[in-house]
DNA sequence: TGTACATCAGTGAACGCGCGTTCACTGATGTAC
DNA sequence: TGTACATCAGTGAACGCGCGTTCACTGATGTAC
């Protein structure tokens, strides 16, 4: 399955084309070893120095990959939020689209915050922005319900970290503990947030 | 660094040493793709072919590890509990404590819960019930707590899912994200207890 | 319009590496007589 | 007490594999004159 070249100037197109293979064998294969240069090139229909056109190295391409889907995730989001102006139910609807990528794509999702590779080191930083960008935003719902007096006084830092914990919990869990999703993962994340919610919002 | 070999008959010290030394290999070496055959073998200092004479394969190996993982968990939950009869306290401790066992031995948390080989396989059903046997403790907790009437009727599976979710978001966070940690683990731990605990418990 | 040439998107073959696993073996330890 | 022998805990060498990466190359595409 050779891939017709391309033609002049258009030698962007494989790199676009590397990146959606390697997304998508993450996706298929299932485990993040699978993803090999010689794959990647397999599936795109090209030889293994092909790749070294596009990505210095391994690392290059993979964080290539995060990238992209850090930006899938926040598209998840900003779909969820969108035409919400109430802060808490931002919260919620966030919270939900949350787990929802991770349900849709778990082997992204351990990529990015489950892997070694979610640590992000030094060199790597915008890819902690790129997820800051979804934490961020979040930080800045909760700041809302604080001036609004909705929650008691707290470090609004340690309160949306409270909730980020929450849901990669229940994301995390799913995508590991098959057991969990039997009893099902929306019944015990509709649990947790209103118990969560019954004890962060003032009555 | 050759190892003395065993004497007659003490050929399962050899097992024993290559399980801890896997453990090891794996906690100082942060990384589940270090703990190789050879570099078992290597620290242990024995050759590669000898592991085969105590297990298996690879397989096997890591499977045995994990149990005795799971057994070290067990430990820290046991001593947390021990001499406490309030079920809420109980409760409390056992989520202190299994958080603490992912700060002090990460890449063995990662191994358990959060590595593709955490998903419990068929063939491997004991892993399940050794993990479960801390699941189990945690869900009589919950049943205790129903039964006295201190939190709202509810499956109790449900309630025990959710709260394992909660100190499984804590530690994987704590563990994967270091900025976390800047803000001080037991602080969040202690917000987030606070707050699920305001919204479970009956006032 | 035709042709020499530079450029650019790839290819093909090879490198050295560490891996899991196998197989035939060795040599010390204990046992039987 | 001495010696032949079985057992047992390992060893040494080798297998085939897939990996990331490199290097010199090819051949189609566009450009200059």
Same mark, same amino acid.
């Given at each position: 399955v050779r891939?017709?070249?391309a033609k002049r100037g258009e030698g962007d197109k494989l790199r676009e084309e590397i990146l959606v293979a390697a997304s998508e064998l993450l996706a298929k294969s299932g485990? $993040?070893? %699978?993803?090999?240069?010689? =794959?990647?090139?397999?599936?795109?229909g090209v030889t293994?120095?092909?790749?070294? +056109?596009?990505?210095?190295?391994?690392?290059?391409?993979?964080?290539?990959?995060?990238?992209?889907?850090?930006r899938?995730?926040?598209?998840?989001?900003?779909r969820a939020v969108e035409g919400v102006d109430d802060p808490s139910e931002q919260l919620f609807r966030r919270a939900l689209a949350y787990v929802q990528f991770g349900i849709d794509h778990p082997e992204h999702y351990r990529l990015l915050f489950m892997s070694h590779r979610a640590t992000p080191v030094p060199e790597? $930083?915008? %890819?902690?922005?790129q997820q =800051?960008?979804?934490?961020?935003?979040?930080?800045?719902?909760?700041?809302?319900? +604080?001036?609004?007096?909705?929650?008691?006084?707290?470090?609004?830092?340690v309160v949306a970290s409270g909730l980020w914990a929450l849901v990669h919990g229940v994301t995390?869990?799913?995508?590991t503990q098959p057991a969990i999703t039997e009893l099902g993962v929306e019944r015990l994340l509709r649990h947790m947030t209103s118990v969560y919610g019954r004890g962060l919002f003032r009555t």
């Amino acid at each position: 399955v050779r891939r017709p070249r391309a033609k002049r100037g258009e030698g962007d197109k494989l790199r676009e084309e590397i990146l959606v293979a390697a997304s998508e064998l993450l996706a298929k294969s299932g485990d $993040e070893e %699978a993803v090999s240069i010689r =794959a990647v090139a397999h599936a795109v229909g090209v030889t293994p120095p092909s790749i070294y +056109l596009h990505f210095a190295d391994k690392d290059e391409l993979l964080f290539a990959v995060c990238t992209l889907q850090f930006r899938t995730m926040g598209e998840y989001q900003e779909r969820a939020v969108e035409g919400v102006d109430d802060p808490s139910e931002q919260l919620f609807r966030r919270a939900l689209a949350y787990v929802q990528f991770g349900i849709d794509h778990p082997e992204h999702y351990r990529l990015l915050f489950m892997s070694h590779r979610a640590t992000p080191v030094p060199e790597h $930083e915008d %890819a902690a922005l790129q997820q =800051a960008s979804g934490f961020t935003q979040l930080v800045g719902n909760v700041h809302a319900l +604080l001036a609004a007096g909705l929650i008691a006084e707290e470090d609004p830092l340690v309160v949306a970290s409270g909730l980020w914990a929450l849901v990669h919990g229940v994301t995390a869990l799913a995508i590991t503990q098959p057991a969990i999703t039997e009893l099902g993962v929306e019944r015990l994340l509709r649990h947790m947030t209103s118990v969560y919610g019954r004890g962060l919002f003032r009555t």
